[in-house]
């Protein structure tokens, strides 16, 4: 191939490029000069519930209970909520009084840590025997669970399960929460 141009090309290009200016510098110019980078501004997180500053007359039980921290999947929840998550321990609470039921209950949560059980049985009973024919250990248990931060969710467990006497509790992974400390 012939790399010289004919002479005709060569006054072509002569002719469109006399009045071009050479430029001044040597080096080539940016398109734009790229501003300075600036931080994304962070996510207002949203603090923590304290429990010191939740008080059990706060907190409102219903019949069925129904608890979650925020950021859980709405289909873990919805697994719970069917019984397909199946507890690996159980307490029995009912007919128990409310300081020994509290104290069990603590133990309790601390065995299912060590065993790294992630979701458990609390019978708590419907409290149709209580002096107030209000459910004492139930409204407590639903108190003492939200103020424990190992406790993900929980729910009333299903009917064939106990129902409204009784919850799961989907309990945080101790080896995730190690990692993330």
């Known amino acids: 191939m012939n790399d010289r141009l004919h002479d005709d090309d060569y006054a072509l290009f002569r002719a469109e490029v006399e009045d071009a200016q050479p430029l001044d510098r040597e ?3 940016p398109f734009r000069e790229r501003p300075p980078p600036t931080p994304r501004p962070r996510i207002e997180e949203v603090p923590a519930e304290d429990p010191q500053l939740l008080s059990e007359s706060e907190v409102e039980t ?31 609470l009912h007919g128990l009084t409310a300081s020994y039921a509290g104290a069990l209950l603590q133990e309790f949560l ?22 107030t024919r209000q459910p004492v250990l139930k409204c407590k248990v639903n108190y003492w669970l939200r103020l424990r931060p190992e406790v993900l969710a929980f729910c009333s467990a299903p009917r064939f399960d106990g129902g ?3 919850v799961y509790v989907l309990l945080r992974n101790p080896a995730k929460a190690k990692r993330q400390r």
């Open 164 to 166: 409204t006497g009784a």
């Open 27 to 29: 080096s080539i110019e």
């Open 62 to 92: 219903h019949d069925v209970l129904l608890f979650t921290r925020p950021g859980l999947q709405k289909r873990v929840l919805f697994e719970l909520q069917r019984g397909r998550i199946e507890p690996r321990l159980e307490l029995d």
């Open 110 to 131: 601390a065995d299912c840590a060590a065993r790294r059980v992630r979701c458990a049985k609390i019978i708590h009973g419907k409290g149709r025997g209580s002096a």
